[in-house]
């Protein structure tokens, strides 16, 4: 096992009364790609905010590479990478400006560090006079990646990097994080979107400020405690709510171009399920047993 | 350092890519002079002026032509009693009426004081004050001329001799510039160093700021040094106009007067970053720095009310207006010519402010974000 760059221990967040964040506890280590997986406002920008020291927790207790964001404010500020959720560099300032700026904010340069960065500054350097403000949302992240990794941070926070940006590049830029990993680099990243939480080391689900559970995605998805059915037919919507009618229904919703449908515990019977449909006249009626994802275990666990 | 001049160089790629802002920084302050230059002024031109002459003779022709020649005046008629001056000033023709006593000349050559009297549409008091001062001085001028002529020390005719120091033809421009200078410097430089603050806070570059291991005084230090710049070169550009349009001097030392206009700036840029750390949005700060500024500094800075006159508390407030400090030192280097002894104190005063405002921000500067 390698070295726990992030703890979190009991971390506890409330505005006003809304509990933003409650008894929120996990670790990360060293050259772990850790996600927080959950919807938005379930708690994930407060915690990425309390690791990088920008709030401070009610409750709890929070190391960031060996530091206190309490307390030793200065000591984190040095060492991690941070990338806000909304985008946050200088619009009018290019590209090279930026990266220019962040690297003097942190009494370094872009030579001194670009073996690290080199990867993701390649994809950026024909935009490097353009103003950032001009650029697409893909080119934004990267380039708010490269000025938040130019220091080279022993954690990176990235909170929702690829909310708002176009699948290829959501794909690239999900390379380059496994390409950080091997460096040594703790990366904390938060998302909305389940098919990326398969791509973290580790995940966290969280809902409502809490987490529902901690573990590797697979382990996670092998774990889905019932048989997972998919079914189409030409009248989508028709089939949500005659399933959800289904007596021995426990959960129906509409995920891609399927309807995934669980069974109440002990009442599973497809034929069943086949001959009730096939009364109420779907045509092109398809069911077939599907494999679970992450996000029918988050909605199982949600419900 | 090597951050902080970072951090200059950030500045200054954003004030020279913000066309508008540099606009407004630069145009707002010309606009403003000349306005105050050209259309408030207390000369009156041309004031429609009428005559009861119950005496009607050489010497009361004499001081008709004397009132009528100085462009101050123009001829609007003559009335018969001096009661239908006010129907005049109704229909709105004219707005004093001269009316000589009925044995004027013959007063006049006897040595006695001869009788006169002025009735002034005081519907405008500034104005009203303004032809009554033109027509007394022209009236004593008419008759201490004569005075010398007789030799006579007849106290009856004595007339004071009075000059006003400094501002002889008391131009308003010479009232304005100083002033406006002062108060276009204090907003304007205290709304651009806000804004710049608050703006990164808007728009959520601070987030990442905070985030990094740069300092607070780093940040407002870097914030201060480019717009020091900027709003001294306002100033000087203020200067200028006032010098070139309005032939305002400077007759003190302009070495002094760039020095303490250099001093006035920093207060009110440090005046403005303290405001940007209790304001969360642009439309927050630029509210601040209109009405904790710009009313206060006008009202209760001397510029255009004497400060003696207040009420105390009010004269206590004034205390704590860095524009007030500032006009007396304008108004001795640029009408005075007086050097540093004679306002060693306001100069020591303002380099407190300055001094404690900035180190007031950096104690006030938020280290997290605000929740």
């Known amino acids: 096992m390698g070295k726990i760059n992030v703890k979190a221990e009991g971390l506890e967040k409330n505005y006003g009364k809304v509990q933003a964040v409650r008894s929120v506890s996990f670790e990360v280590e060293e050259g772990e790609l850790f996600g927080l997986i959950g919807p938005d406002g379930a708690g994930k920008t407060s ?116 909310t708002g940006v176009d699948p ?37 689900l969280i809902q409502k400020g809490k987490i529902l559970r901690i573990d590797a995605p697979e382990r996670i998805s092998e774990s889905f405690p019932f048989g997972l059915w998919l079914l189409r037919a030409r009248e989508m919507f028709a089939l949500l709510t005659s399933l959800r009618k289904y007596p021995h229904a426990q959960s129906a919703y509409s995920f891609g171009e399927d309807i995934h449908f669980v069974f109440q515990k002990g009442k599973e019977n497809p034929e069943a399920l086949k001959e009730y449909l096939q009364g109420l006249a779907f045509k092109d009626l398809e069911i077939r047993e599907g494999k679970p994802t992450i996000e029918d275990c988050f909605m199982a666990m949600d419900s | ?62 001081v008709i032509s004397k009132v009528l020649a100085g462009g101050n005046f123009v001829y609007a008629g003559n009335i018969s009693r001096e009661e239908a001056a006010v129907e005049v000033f109704r229909r709105g023709e004219a707005k004093a009426a001269v009316v000589f006593g009925s044995d004027f000349g013959k007063r006049y050559h006897g040595g006695e004081s001869p009788q006169v009297q002025f009735l002034i549409d005081a519907s405008d008091p500034n104005t009203a004050t303004t032809i009554r ?38 131009s308003s421009a010479k009232l304005f510039v100083p002033g406006i200078l002062v108060v276009i410097l204090l907003v304007v430089s ?76 920093l207060v009110a840029l440090a005046l403005g970053v303290f405001l940007s750390t209790t304001s969360r949005s642009q439309q927050e700060a630029l509210m601040k720095s209109l009405f904790a500024l710009l009313m206060p500094s006008i009202l ?68 997290r974000l605000e929740e």
């Open chain 2, 1 to 62: 350092m090597k951050r902080l001049l970072a951090f200059i160089q950030k500045e200054v790629w954003h004030i020279l890519r913000d066309f508008r802002t540099l606009v407004v920084v630069f145009g707002l302050p010309v606009i403003q002079v000349l306005i105050f230059g050209f259309a408030i002024r207390n000369e009156v031109e041309n004031v429609p002026v009428v005559f009861c002459d119950k005496s009607g003779d050489a010497v009361t022709q004499a």
């Open chain 2, 190 to 265: 205290a709304m651009i160093t806000s804004l710049s603050l608050t703006r990164e806070k808007e728009i959520g570059t601070m987030e990442v700021l905070l985030a990094s291991p740069l300092r607070p005084w780093t940040i407002i230090l870097g914030k201060l040094a480019p717009y020091l710049l900027i709003s001294f070169f306002n100033a000087c550009v203020i200067l200028a106009l006032g010098f070139v349009v309005f032939n305002v001097p400077v007759k003190g030392s302009l070495g002094l007067l760039f020095a303490e206009s250099l001093l006035f700036v």
């Open chain 2, 133 to 170: 001062n033109y027509l007394t001085g022209i009236l004593k001028g008419f008759l201490k001329q004569k005075q010398e002529e007789k030799g006579l020390q007849n106290p009856m005719l004595m007339v004071p001799e009075v000059r006003m120091l400094y501002n002889e033809s008391l």
């Open chain 1, 47 to 162: 915690i990425f905010r309390m690791l990088a020291s920008l709030i401070l927790p009610d409750s709890g207790t929070v190391r960031v590479a060996g530091f206190d964001p309490v307390k030793q404010y200065q000591d984190v500020r040095r060492r991690i990478g941070y990338m806000p959720g909304r985008f946050s560099l200088y619009q009018d300032l290019s590209v090279e400006e930026n990266v220019q700026f962040f690297a003097s904010v942190f009494g370094t340069s872009l030579s001194e560090n670009y073996e690290l960065v080199a990867d993701i500054y390649r994809q950026i350097e024909p935009f490097r006079d353009r103003k950032a403000g001009a650029l697409s949302g893909g080119m934004k992240q990267k380039l708010a990646l490269c000025c938040a990794l130019i220091h080279k941070p022993e954690v990176l926070l990235l909170d929702e990097p690829t």
């Open chain 1, 168 to 204: 290829v590049s959501r794909k690239e830029f999900w390379q380059m994080l496994k390409r950080l990993k091997t460096k040594g680099i703790s990366v904390v990243v938060s998302t909305p979107y389940m098919d990326e939480a398969g791509l973290c080391d580790r995940i966290a």
């Open chain 2, 300 to 367: 209760l800075s001397g510029f255009l009310f004497p400060i003696a006159n207040m009420p105390l508390p009010l004269q206590a407030l004034s205390t704590l207006m860095p524009a007030r400090w500032f006009i007396v030192i304008l108004r001795a280097i640029m009408l005075q010519g007086t050097g540093i002894e004679a306002f060693w104190q306001e100069t020591l005063i303002l380099a407190a402010m300055a001094v404690l405002l900035v180190a007031a921000s950096i104690k006030k500067f938020k280290i």
